[in-house]
């Protein structure tokens, strides 16, 4: 038996020499490409293109959002979002922002806000342009043209990554070629004020190198008025108190080295001169402008949001968007909005609640704040056009049940309040839609709220995904940047044009528009708002609170809204059979007891891991870990 085998491995041998021999490890594996057949074709050069966007843009809407690190929503599993919301990542841990439990990337949201993802990102801009004179781009005028664009987006999207990473970390080291393994990563921090020209300068060379406009399948590139847009929120970011030595010496009081995390010489004024021309290089391109800017008499402000929302776009608006099919991504990374966000009554997963305190945030409809102490009988009435088009509430109406739940709620209204006897205490029936409910009790949100915006009532999500496109930047922020660089340069003409401007935001939400002759603190406080409220959920807020140092006042104990009925019937249903409620809702505002979100000055960077440490010798720490 051994000889047998003896000589079949001798056998087998002679076949595996002789095939090396003639070549047949050199044979090109079907279905692969070698970097040679990559920097050849222009199609597959289109490719690699392609999984640097996948990668600068991540997943917008996962099954967790950038919102639930912030004081938007709340992110119901939790997956360590309490924790990171309490300010106590460390340098080895940054809790859930890289949360993993053995799924595909649960937090693929955040993924792409990760060190080790953008230098990825950044690796494969400069490889490309150390790859790209030898592809061989047709010699006639497309030809040219395609290698000029895309070389374009690729500078917009190395400036699109490093924006996030100086961000995040403040000054970083800036790489322009592609290392190899042999080579000495031991590279310093560059400061802050060289990351942000570094960053302007490849938008500048991106705008030059870029189309107005894509049409057909090529849209969702990158256009000059994207890199445009994008240069002018690096520069407000850039302009704003977090990077101003004044700011720096407070909430990194003795910190060794503050070129790292703003600028330490040059004044304010002139960088929020900067951001404002930015802002106004995109407003002069003439080619954008608010989605039904003046609404028509008649016309149901709220549902032009939602039309605009759940647009395949480009509407007049959209300046950058990302586009999803049905088959995108899998399993906690697909792009499945109306699923992972909507209600656990129709068999949802309840996640990404809108927490109270940012509810109580849009307006009434004649302009005035909303309080509780004032509207607590009936706190969604005459709310703002933005409120109902963005949040579910008890007893809006909403898309009709799946079929095991019809007989529970055959109105298709949300409930997220209690039935309780007439003692006010012994509960009898809860909604279905709330942590108590007799569908799907996991998934129900705490905060009493639903998300509405984004998400298309037409599909059932739980077996149609949904592929509306997210809108990374419409034309709304750009106004609202061009309004806030004119506020914080502070004189008369420049907060009269951030009056008119903030009064358009205003206008097309058919609300009153502000006061002329207000003060800059006013109106300061006026756009923080506008902010708030326009682009809730389209992951600014997270940046904004950063940016604005105003930690302790976002990063605090947060509220929900409970509902009860109380009636001294014996029921089995929230509603009764015609429908009405066991008589009128009380309405009170209570604390989410399950966070309690706390703020440390540390928070305002991200650590850099104790890993990347040992690794990069050169690299100096933020304050505070």
């Not at 021309?277 to 149901?300: E, H, Q």
Request: charged share 20%.
């Amino acid at each position: 038996m051994r000889k047998l085998l003896y000589i079949l491995s001798t056998i087998i041998l002679i076949v595996i020499v002789t095939s090396c021999e003639k070549g047949f490890l050199d044979t090109k594996p079907l279905g692969a490409y070698s970097d040679a057949d990559v920097w050849k074709d222009p199609a597959l050069v289109a490719t690699f293109v392609n999984g640097i966007y996948r990668e600068a843009l991540g997943w917008p809407f996962a099954i967790e959002r950038l919102s639930d690190y912030v004081d938007e929503s709340s992110f119901t599993p939790d997956w360590g979002a309490f924790d990171f919301n309490k300010s106590i990542m460390t340098s080895d841990s940054y809790m859930g922002w890289d949360w993993d439990w053995g799924y595909p990337d649960p937090t693929a949201h955040t993924r792409h806000y990760r060190w080790d993802p953008l230098y990825k990102n950044v690796r494969a801009c400069n490889l490309f342009f150390s790859q790209i004179n030898k592809v061989e781009f047709s010699k006639d005028a497309t030809g040219e043209a395609l290698k000029q664009n895309t070389i374009g987006e690729i500078y917009f999207l190395r400036a699109y990554t490093y924006h996030y990473l100086v961000a995040l970390y403040g000054g970083v080291p800036i790489i322009t070629k592609p290392y190899g393994l042999d080579q000495d990563y031991n590279i310093a921090r560059n400061t802050y004020e060289q990351c942000i020209s570094y960053i302007v300068s490849q938008l500048d060379s991106a705008a030059m190198n870029l189309p107005d406009s894509w049409a057909g399948n090529e849209r969702g590139h990158a256009t000059k008025g994207a890199a445009l847009a994008l240069k002018a929120r690096t520069l407000l970011y850039a302009a704003s108190d977090l990077h101003n030595s004044a700011s720096i010496s407070s909430y990194a009081s003795g910190y060794a080295n503050p070129e790292l995390l703003g600028y330490t010489s040059g004044t304010q004024a002139d960088r929020w001169t900067a951001a404002k021309n930015a802002a106004k290089a995109v407003m002069d391109m003439g080619i954008y402008s608010l989605y039904k800017a003046t609404p028509a008499a008649g016309d149901s402000v709220a549902q032009n949001f939602v039309d605009y929302f759940l647009a395949y776009g480009y509407e007049t608006e959209d300046i950058l968007l990302q586009y999803f099919t049905t088959k995108t991504g899998q399993s906690w990374s697909d792009y499945n909005p109306a699923l992972y966000s909507g209600p656990n009554g129709y068999h949802n997963w309840g996640n990404n609640t809108p927490i109270g305190d940012l509810v109580d945030d849009y307006e009434m409809k004649d302009g005035s704040s909303f309080d509780w102490a004032l509207h607590a009988a009936s706190p969604y009435s005459n709310r703002e056009a933005r409120f109902y088009a963005s949040i579910l509430y008890e007893g809006c109406p909403w898309r009709k049940r799946p079929s095991d739940v019809q007989a529970i709620d055959p109105w298709d209204k949300i409930q997220v309040g209690h039935v309780f006897q007439a003692d006010g205490t012994t509960q009898q029936v809860p909604g279905v839609d709330t942590r108590e409910s007799s569908i799907e009790n996991w998934n129900g949100g705490r905060s009493g709220y639903y998300l509405r915006k984004f998400n298309d009532p037409s599909l059932d999500p739980q077996f149609v995904k949904q592929d509306i496109p997210f809108r990374h930047i419409r034309y709304a922020e750009v106004l609202l940047n061009y309004a806030e660089a004119c506020i914080e340069l502070g004189d008369a003409a420049n907060l009269t044009e951030a009056t008119t401007y903030i009064n358009m935001i205003r206008t097309r939400a058919g609300q009153p528009g502000i006061a002329a002759g207000l003060s800059q603190a006013a109106l300061r406080t006026a756009v923080r708002h506008e902010r708030r409220i326009e682009l809730a959920f389209e992951d600014h807020r997270f940046w904004d609170v950063r940016r604005w140092v105003i930690g302790p006042a976002a990063y605090h104990p947060t509220h929900r809204a409970d509902v009860k009925y109380i009636t001294s019937s014996t029921v089995t249903n929230y509603r009764q059979a015609d429908g009405s409620t066991w008589g009128a809702p009380i309405y009170s505002n209570q604390l989410i007891g399950v966070e309690s979100r706390a703020w440390n000055d540390k928070c305002y960077f991200f650590p850099f891991y104790r890993s990347e440490m040992n690794k990069n010798t050169s690299l100096v720490q933020n304050p505070g870990y």
